[in-house]
């Protein structure tokens, strides 16, 4: 018998709506998984489960009329939220001994929009230092000796163990697609712009996007309806959910840096959507987006300068070596460089309008195959750099394992702005994906 902590999203939405499990047992399945589990993966660094005890029974004794089955999308679902992520009522430290305690005065907008929709919010996540490479303590739950990825280590790692059905995170180079590769589930980043992001603590304000955990992809809809008003039923007007699309197979550039397993598992993807009535067709990039992944990390330090120059100035005593490399690196970029960056962005975009024009969705790797051994790091984002310059919604697509056992993710990639389209197109795809 499958354990409430276990049902998705979308399986929990269904149950509480019937009846079938209350706020409080679907809560108390998974603070018992993280009781059980949380000294193995570690993915929490606060626990608000006495707060969100009390907002799960105020809204089963509320019933009908504001309970978990008042048609709020998210009334009884737990949720995690990455520590760069504002909370009033816990700490957000942004994974550095920096901000140890710190308390935020208020919620991000996020956090504000998910307690609206009767979300519980259950606590903070594990998070690397300022969303950038120092790790955490987290490890994969699959193998707790590999990495869980980063920098929404915590979130992944959570939702991958079912402590959660849903956590947040966020994406500045790959840090949503490349931990839900890594742990084997959905992670979906949004559009650049799509999701609020007051109360984010900015890493690099051209590149930081809002994403989400989850463990199917028709989760995302009710978190989507929390956020930003849409469907939470999914966009069936967009696109009709038996609809194949046309798939765009995108070795990309850097395709040569995806080992044997993740090829294979891109391959296999679109062999098994063609099979079952895609059109598959190879996608080959032009020229100009050999240069993206170098550009992305040029806007990324030059904005990492600007957007943490207060932490560096005052906080550089507690803060690791990788962040204050970065900074470095960030203050010695000539402005017409940067510039120069944007332009190549700006220009991509351009071009991707065509390839869109031709295919619906395109499929790429998501990591260089499965989690990496060790704690150390957390894998090379390359896969995920050029798509989150461009600002395109991506979704981890979970399926495939590797030669450890370990899981392997695809990546889907839809048109800049059309969210709701790339994931029509993602329900469908997943169902498909052997």
């Not at 609020?196 to 989400?212: E, Q």
């Not at 956020?227 to 696109?239: M, T």
């Not at 070596?321 to 017409?336: C, K, N, P």
């Not at 394992?401 to 370990?406: Q, V």
Request: aromatic share 6%; charged share 20%; with cysteine.
């Amino acid at each position: 018998m499958t354990s409430a902590n276990e049902l998705t999203a979308s399986q929990a939405r269904k149950a509480l709506d019937q009846g079938q499990i209350s706020a409080r047992e679907l809560l108390a399945a998974c603070l018992a998984r993280i009781s059980a589990r949380e000294t193995i993966v570690g993915a929490w660094c606060h626990l608000a489960d006495d707060l969100a005890l009390a907002v799960a029974k105020r809204q089963d004794e509320r019933g009908g009329t504001g309970g978990a089955s008042s048609g709020l999308p998210l009334s009884g679902l737990p949720v995690g939220v990455k520590d760069i992520i504002d909370t009033a009522d816990m700490p957000t430290t942004y994974g550095s001994a920096a901000y140890a305690g710190h308390r935020p005065t208020g919620d991000a907008a996020c956090v504000a929009l998910v307690r609206a929709a009767g979300g519980l919010v259950l606590g903070k996540t594990v998070s690397t230092e300022f969303a950038y490479f120092q790790p955490g303590k987290t490890a994969n739950p699959h193998n707790p000796a590999h990495s869980p990825g980063g920098s929404s280590s915590g979130s992944a790692a959570a939702v991958a163990d079912c402590m959660v059905p849903f956590a947040f995170g966020t994406q500045t180079g790959g840090s949503v697609v490349r931990p839900a590769a890594f742990c084997g589930v959905v992670g979906y980043k949004a559009s650049y712009g799509a999701l609020p992001l007051y109360g984010v603590k900015a890493l690099s304000h051209d590149l930081d996007t809002l994403g989400l955990f989850c463990r199917e992809v028709a989760d995302i809809h009710l978190m989507r309806a929390a956020l930003v008003g849409a469907p939470a039923n999914g966009p069936f007007d967009a696109v009709a959910p038996d609809h194949a699309p046309k798939v765009g197979l995108c070795r990309t550039p850097e395709w040569k840096q995806a080992d044997q397993d993740s090829q294979a598992a891109v391959l296999a993807t679109a062999k098994s959507l063609e099979a079952a009535g895609a059109e598959v067709v190879e996608i080959e990039l032009a020229p100009p987006f050999a240069d993206l992944v170098e550009r992305q990390k040029l806007v990324m330090a030059q904005n990492a300068a600007r957007d943490l120059a207060f932490e560096y100035a005052q906080h550089r005593d507690r803060m690791s070596s990788h962040i204050i490399a970065l900074i470095e690196q960030g203050r010695a970029v000539d402005f017409t460089a940067y510039q120069d960056a944007l332009a190549a962005a700006a220009e991509g975009r351009r071009l991707l309008d065509d390839v869109f024009a031709e295919v619906d969705v395109l499929l790429c790797p998501s990591a260089p195959g499965e989690a990496p051994r060790g704690l150390a790091a957390t894998g090379d984002p390359v896969f995920n750099r050029m798509w989150t310059l461009l600002g395109n919604p991506c979704v981890n697509l979970p399926g495939h394992k590797g030669r450890n056992g370990l899981p392997v993710g695809v990546q889907a990639v839809g048109a800049l702005g059309q969210d709701e389209v790339l994931l029509s197109h993602c329900r469908w795809m997943e169902r498909r994906i052997v």
